[in-house]
């Protein structure tokens, strides 16, 4: 059993030493633990730092490409450095790593694919009422998004199998978190939320860098993943909540046609008959939508196919070439002999 853990980075080095110091040499139940660093984009010294520090690998972006981007290139090299499992953990030291061995635990007890800690909200000190308000209500939207019983949507700190990180795609630019959890719901990946600590905050996020960018930026990827990913269900609800409306303004009209007061309410026949027609829109809508789901969950089982076949030739035979191999848009910059 091998377990990698990634950690993203841009500009870290005040950090990252911190952050590598307190993780864990060995985990019960694994018999080979590394660690993979993704240099996104740095303008400082976080490469060095990493290597100095006792960084098994480190990938590099050549620009800043965002914390979605540097996800998904880690979770590419750790697929192809044979990892059974993934763990994603910040640079900031944000999470206890000591609760790894917890994260762990759930995939390998075969109890869950996908586990996601949980932080204590209500404790966190430098955190605004607003704040976790916003977390709170944004965590239950993704839950009814996703119809998974997921407490902290945003939080970084996840395992995940292997086979689940080979058919999960990021294409926000944003975040990561959000995304992955609605496909997860979607593509039935057993999912697990567990209890963890945090630790002091060393900076501010770079993430929510204010409230109403956070909230632009989080709805849209809900949105965006929503529609993605299940889009007949995003346009049947507002669909038929119109026809329904449209059911009523109908009736009302023909109650008053029948009163012999139908002239004077000719307005409401017009209203009725706009949003009927904006109501059948999204029907339609919703079911092209869903006829492209389904050519998108053909090719996502063919990628996944593909992901498996190039994970297994790489167990058999590494490539001589290895310091040019590219992972999604990130190159292996540093490996340990």
């Given amino acids: 059993m091998k377990v990698i853990i990634q950690i993203p980075c841009f500009n870290e080095e005040g950090s ?14 694994v018999d080979d633990l590394e660690w993979l660093i993704i240099n996104d984009g740095s303008q400082d ?47 900031d030291n944000q999470y206890c790593a000591n609760d790894i061995q917890k994260l762990i635990a759930p995939i390998l007890d075969g109890k869950a694919e996908y586990v996601i800690g949980t932080r204590p909200i209500k404790n966190i000190a430098h955190w605004s009422p607003v704040k976790k308000m916003l977390q709170f209500f944004g965590s239950w939207v993704v839950r009814k998004a996703a119809q998974v019983d997921v ?26 978190t959000i995304e992955t959890i609605i496909q997860a719901g979607h593509l039935k990946i057993s999912t697990l939320c567990i209890p963890i600590k945090t630790n002091d905050e060393m900076r501010p996020s770079r993430l929510m860098s204010g409230i109403p960018s956070y909230l632009q930026r989080s709805f849209s990827t809900i949105i965006r993943s929503f529609m993605t990913y299940d889009p007949m269900r995003f346009f049947l609800i507002p669909g038929t909540s119109l026809l329904f409306i449209t059911g009523i303004l109908g009736i ?35 079911l092209l939508s869903d006829l492209i789901a389904v050519n998108r969950q053909l090719l996502e089982g063919i990628d996944h196919r593909l992901r498996t076949m190039e994970a297994r030739q790489v167990e058999l035979s590494l490539p001589s070439s290895e310091h040019l191999m590219v992972f999604s848009r990130a190159y292996l910059t540093y490996k340990r002999k």
């Avoid at 990252?16 to 139940?29: A, F, R, S, V, Y």
């Avoid at 098994?56 to 697929?79: E, K, P």
């Avoid at 002239?263 to 109501?279: D, P, R």
């Fill in 252 to 286: 009302r009209y023909l109650y008053y046609f029948l009163a012999g007061e139908g002239s004077g309410h000719v307005q409401s026949l017009i209203l009725a008959l706009a949003i009927f027609v904006f109501g059948t829109s999204l029907l339609i809508v919703g």
């Fill in 151 to 176: 407490v902290d949507a945003p939080s970084g700190f996840r395992a995940i199998t292997r086979s689940a990180a080979m058919r999960l795609h990021v294409f926000n630019r944003y975040t990561y």
């Fill in 45 to 91: 010294k976080t490469v060095d730092v990493a290597i100095t520090n006792g960084a098994d690998y480190v990938i590099s972006h050549i620009n800043n490409l965002g914390l979605a981007q540097a996800f998904r290139s880690g979770m590419t090299a750790c697929i192809h450095f044979g990892a059974d499992i993934i763990v994603n953990t910040d640079a």
């Fill in 16 to 29: 990252l030493p911190i952050t590598l110091k307190e993780l864990p040499q060995q985990l019960d139940g």
